[in-house]
């Protein structure tokens, strides 16, 4: 492990992200350096390999290159970063939930190579998101330089009830560090039968439960946070295409990502799975206890 001189780090004044030399991971390393400097935390840039006897594993010599390539980069983009690098002989996924535990955000490109491939359409990708303790975030977008910003000023952040209240605490300090603007999207459907006055009524009523969920869910957090302007919005849709078209305009999207248990270990659900894949800007999972 490698750093340079710094403050004392607490344990959630940490960034971690993983690199791998692959222009995503570049692009990982660059929203997570912003996103360190923002904070005032640490940057911790972590490469993981395979263990020894297994494939897919490049030599610790390139691997200490790509390390040292990464933060050279980080100080050139934030010189006042307290910087680490890390080479863990553990496969990626493991190596990047282990080095997050408790950090304030951990960082992953959308795919890779060497020590990362398959970020993020893959089964890496998916472990880490299972099995993070800390928010995580995809850099996802559509802009080919990953060292500009996207402009837009605003932080999108989707619930879908007070469950999501770990994920709203995060987008509204964002919000507040960014000076950007925060959109509340709360998408819900419901099957219609044939329509008739009773169906008409109960439809009506549950429209307005719904419309009512992001200002119940946000309520203290408007109160906490004045300086963050909000817009509350709640829409009848799928919630993963409304989010998904929402984050055309977005600098940032926050879900909170609930992990349910199947025969299969942590599942994501389907909203999770959509951004993940078809998202316009990065996006932030901040994991809720069951």
């Known amino acids: 492990m490698t750093n340079t001189p710094g403050r004392r780090v607490t344990p959630n004044s940490r960034v971690v992200v993983g690199v791998d030399g692959s222009d995503s991971s570049l692009r990982a390393l660059d929203q997570a350096s912003e996103a360190a400097r923002r904070h005032g935390a640490r940057l911790e840039i972590v490469h993981g ?27 050139e983009l934030a010189p006042e970063l307290d910087v680490v690098t890390e080479a863990r002989a553990d496969d990626a996924a493991t190596a990047l939930v282990e080095q997050g535990r408790h950090a304030r955000l951990t960082v992953v490109g959308t795919r890779g190579h060497g020590g990362f491939a398959g970020l993020l359409l893959g089964s890496v990708s998916l472990r880490v998101a299972a099995h993070t303790e800390s928010p995580l975030l995809v850099a996802r977008g ?33 919000a507040a560090l960014r000076k950007a603007r925060l959109r ?44 963050v302007a909000v817009d509350l919005d709640s829409v009848h849709g799928a919630p993963a295409r ?20 199947s025969r299969l ?21 901040v994991p809720v206890a069951a």
């Open 265 to 285: 270990g942590l599942q994501l659900g389907p909203v999770t799975h959509a951004l993940l894949h078809h998202a316009h800007c990065p996006v932030v999972l």
């Open 184 to 227: 509340v999207l709360h998408a819900w459907t419901l099957r219609q039968p044939r329509p008739t006055e009773e169906t008409r009524d109960d439809f009506s009523q549950r429209a307005r439960t719904e419309e009512s969920v992001p200002g119940f869910v946000t309520a203290r957090l408007r109160e906490l946070h004045p300086e």
């Open 49 to 75: 390999r395979l263990p020894e006897g297994h494939d897919a594993s490049a030599p610790f010599d390139a691997v200490d290159t790509v390390l040292e390539q990464a933060a050279t980069r980080a100080r």
């Open 242 to 261: 409304a989010l998904v078209e929402e984050s055309v305009t977005a600098d940032l999207v926050v879900i909170a990502a609930h992990r349910r248990k």
């Open 142 to 174: 559509d802009q080919d330089v990953a060292r500009t910003a996207l402009g837009y000023d605003r932080v999108l952040l989707g619930v879908e009830s007070d469950a999501d209240t770990p994920a709203a605490a995060f987008a509204f300090e964002e």
